[in-house]
């Protein structure tokens, strides 16, 4: 069983730059494919960016795509999400998960991640 706690959000004004980070406990870190999710109220859960074990392969939300960068270090269990150029429109909780499954390719849905953390606030003001 895997615990995930994510930290870095925060009120940022348009244009700005955060840096969320997930720590994960309870279980062999390296193991888990990492996904960044967001949700905003009346909107679903969207993955955002998602990082293989290794860390050698990536994938982006075409929205997000040259402005966030998705990096993990298994040594220190903690995924990280690296957001510049941020804008309204990015404000949401965002929430880090954990895909126990080896599959072809890295999962971009909810039902591909088993385990999940509590979220983070991110409200970028204009």
């Known amino acids: 069983q895997v615990q995930l706690v994510e930290s870095g959000g925060g009120l940022v004004q348009a244009g700005g730059s955060l840096r969320l980070s997930c720590s994960a406990s309870?279980?062999?870190?390296?193991?888990?494919?990492m996904g960044w999710f967001r949700q905003s109220p009346g909107k679903e859960r969207e993955c955002v960016a998602s990082i293989s074990r290794s860390g050698s392969s990536l994938s982006y939300a075409d929205s997000v795509r040259s402005r966030f960068i998705i990096f993990r270090d298994n040594a220190k269990n903690t995924v990280y999400m690296q957001m510049n150029s941020l804008k309204p429109e990015d404000t949401a909780v965002y929430y880090c998960a954990a895909d126990r499954t080896i599959r072809a390719m890295l999962g971009t849905t909810t039902t591909k991640y088993d385990y999940w953390g509590q979220g983070t606030q991110v409200t970028v003001s204009s």
């Open positions: 309870g279980g062999t870190f390296s193991w888990y494919c």
